[in-house]
């Protein structure tokens, strides 16, 4: 079955199509607040599937996404979804989508113990037991909500470009906020996983994903591995499991 994968996070919108368990071409990345009927309708015209699976974190996106889709089968990623994974959770209803795809892509690569670092608009930690279960974990501001705060809510600093600082020390404005802001960011991955550990038996495998998943982990060993489509594979493990066609 070819499937359409809709990613729609606060920031971007990712739309793949994937067959025979891989995708068959790169996503395509639309800025989220960019997304409308006509906008979307001109990128569905572009793609062939036979179904489709929507893992959304923004609900107005997501009725115009579903008006879309109308007609084409299609599973919503939720709590109420059939899943490889046991959730061990409260409240599973308040679990975003996209937690729960990355969380069923990490337990399908490395399986448990395993922690997910989704550097995203927000940065979430999620954890999976043994056997195959989700957790819970941390949710934190992202790396850019933070810089974009301090410029907002300040008269003097700047927007900045989020890079590598060249030193701690920094030498210009620019560049004490990027010390700031990467060194202080790497500081909070580094004491939200310690704790994490502590709590979770066995040696977890730690992978990242999202925007800033790159920058973040050069300078962070505990995050074994970057998986730039992480949420994807998620998403369509999650698609193929509920959209197989019943005997």
Known sequence: MRLLLVDNSNTRTKFAVAEAGRLISPPERVPTADLDEARIGRILAGLTFEAAVLCSVVPAKAAQLRAALAGVPTHEVSHLSDLPLVIDYPTPAEIGADRLADAVAGHHLVGAPAIVIDFGTAVTFDVIGKPASYLGGVI??????????????????????????????????????????????????????????????????????????????????????????????????IGERNLAPHP
Do not use: F, K, W
């Open 140 to 237: 934190a501001p992202g790396l850019a909500a933070i810089t974009e705060s301090l410029h907002r809510r300040t008269a003097l600093l700047p927007a900045i470009e989020l890079a590598e600082p060249p030193a701690a020390i920094g030498r210009s404005t620019v560049e004490a906020m990027q010390a700031g802001a990467v060194i202080g960011y790497r500081g909070m991955a580094r004491e939200i996983l310690a704790a994490l550990r502590r709590e979770l038996p066995g040696n977890p495998s730690v992978l990242a994903t999202g925007g800033d998943a790159d920058l973040i982990a050069r300078g962070l060993p505990e995050i074994d591995q970057v998986i730039p489509d992480l949420t994807l594979l998620g998403i369509r493990i």
